[in-house]
Nanobody
Framework: VQLVESGGGLVQPGGSLRLSCAASGFTFSRYVMSWYRQAPGKERELVTSISQTGGTTDYADSVKGRFTISRDNAKNTVYLQMNSLKPEDTAVYYC???????WGQGTQVTVSS
């Protein structure tokens, strides 16, 4: 199993970023995928998840209406579009196979003016 996150960076409040997670080593289309984040000094938290076909998504209340998860099973990739970013969104973001204890290296998102 390999999950490689990318797309993080420094953005001003109100800005947008699109994260990508390239998956390999397993049958991507069979698994629910998710994004987690961990802010400094805080526990890792589930941000959003998407079903195998992309038809069902769930979001933490803190990101609902601002973040959108999507997936492309042909490309074995899951995405996280983040809009209207706030300083409290600053964290390392990880994609994860839901229910499988494997973590990639994550990608840093910093929201600051």
């Amino acid at each position: 199993v390999q999950l490689v996150e990318s797309g993080g960076g420094l953005v001003q409040p109100g800005g947008s970023l699109r994260l990508s997670c390239a998956a390999s080593g397993f049958t991507f289309s069979r698994y629910v995928m998710s994004w987690y984040r961990q802010a400094p000094g805080k526990e890792r938290e589930l941000v959003t998840s998407i079903s195998q076909t992309g038809g069902t998504t769930d979001y933490a209340d803190s990101v609902k209406g601002r973040f959108t998860i999507s997936r492309d099973n042909a490309k074995n990739t899951v995405y996280l579009q983040m809009n209207s970013l706030k300083p409290e969104d600053t964290a390392v973001y990880y994609c994860k196979i839901l229910g499988i204890d494997y973590w990639g290296q994550g990608t840093q998102v910093t929201v600051s003016s």
